[in-house]
């Protein structure tokens, strides 16, 4: 599936969008208030099936679509769900209507699509977007959606298929150490420092925050004051995102197999916070694997107990490394150790026997089944 994002042009009808957003969080906090009435009565949970009856009988009192409503129940059973198995801390609760940020369309049911006009048919209004590109296959959903700026997307899921992109395969491998004080290490000694972003605007966003505090509530300088920081936040977000992209294709264009360590990365943000959001080692380690998925490459992750850092080529451990040291000696063969380097070329041996182990085991399996 291949997904399309284009920006909706925004204009007096725009305004009607926020009307369905509306809707759409009082359909969902009348849901959430009959789970709760009906808990307290009966002990018991109201399955999906039964809320859609529900709001069938009713539906077209609102201004969303039918499907639209379903999506927003199935969203909200899948909340319970995942609270009921312990997936969650907490099960879903009640929003505000300015929280309520996208609703959804089903196949292509509830709206008209045609060239670069968007038309809600329970709103009987027509939307012009952006058409930057257009799309292909057949469309499976349809999302609209409102940014903290007040500007407006319509997203756009086919079933089309991505093409793969040209790559010429050389069996290059590289093992990479994720670090604070350097972005990352490579098993070939290099190092890659990612510029912080969010610590270079640092002083600038505290500067719009602490603005946007002295403001008067409701009024249109805190609306002001409020687009100006979000402002901000989005082009940080873009910055790093577009450099990851960047890095991502560079990576997976240079290697055909690529060695991470499986980090616990909600334990490193408890730790060190803020850098470790600034750096989003796990939004680019999704990256990375969605780009080797098009360029037919191999991203391995290494187990997050292996002792990179500590085990020399000769086979000693040591035990005693304490975060500060970046150096050592090992005191059997004499070696000088670069913690970080080690620590790549570690996660390099220990991916290539990983990839060698699953591969004969994937012979193993055809042979029998050949047999």
């Not at 670069?116 to 209004?125: E, H, T, V």
Request: positive net charge; charged residues 25%.
């Amino acid at each position: 599936m291949i997904t399309y994002k284009y920006r909706l042009y925004t204009t007096k009808k725009t305004r009607s969008i926020d009307a369905m957003l509306h809707e759409c969080a009082f359909v969902w906090n009348h849901a959430l208030a009959l789970q709760k009435r009906y808990y307290k009565l009966y002990k018991k949970f109201i399955p999906y099936i039964r809320m859609a009856k529900h709001f069938a009988k009713s539906y077209k009192r609102y201004l969303i679509h039918s499907q639209t409503l379903q999506e927003i129940l199935e969203r909200q059973d899948s909340a319970y769900q995942r609270f009921f198995k312990h997936l969650s801390k907490r099960p879903p609760k009640f929003r505000k209507a300015s929280d309520f940020t996208t609703f959804v369309f089903k196949g292509q049911g509830g709206y008209t699509l045609q060239d670069n006009k968007f038309k809600i048919n329970r709103l009987n209004k027509t939307f012009k977007f952006s058409l930057s590109r257009p799309y292909e296959g057949k469309i499976k959903t349809l999302s609209v959606k409102r940014s903290p700026l007040g500007e407006y997307y319509i997203i756009i899921v086919t079933d089309a298929t991505a093409r793969p992109y040209g790559k010429t395969h050389n069996g290059a491998s590289v093992g990479i150490d994720f670090g604070l004080k350097t972005y990352m290490t490579f098993s070939s000694g290099e190092r890659l420092a990612q510029p912080q972003y969010l610590k270079n605007n640092l002083t600038e966003l505290r500067k719009l925050s602490k603005n946007h505090s002295k403001k008067q509530r409701g009024s249109n300088n805190k609306e002001r004051a409020r687009k100006q920081l979000c402002r901000l936040h989005e082009k940080i977000a873009n910055q790093r995102r577009d450099y990851q992209w960047k890095l991502a294709h560079e990576l997976c264009r240079k290697y055909d197999n690529i060695f991470i360590e499986d980090l616990v990365l909600s334990g490193m943000c408890k730790k060190w916070g803020r850098k470790m959001n600034d750096y989003a080692h796990g939004e680019f380690i999704l990256l990375l694997q969605y780009m080797a998925q098009k360029y037919g490459c191999n991203v391995v992750k290494v187990g997050r107990w292996f002792a990179s850092s500590r085990l020399c080529p000769c086979g000693y451990k040591n035990n005693t490394l304490t975060l500060k040291d970046r150096e050592w000696i090992c005191p059997e063969c004499g070696r000088v150790h670069d913690r970080d380097v080690l620590a790549a070329n570690n996660i390099l041996g220990e991916g290539i026997h990983l990839l060698e182990s699953n591969c004969k085991s994937v012979v193993a399996c055809a042979t029998r089944q050949l047999r």
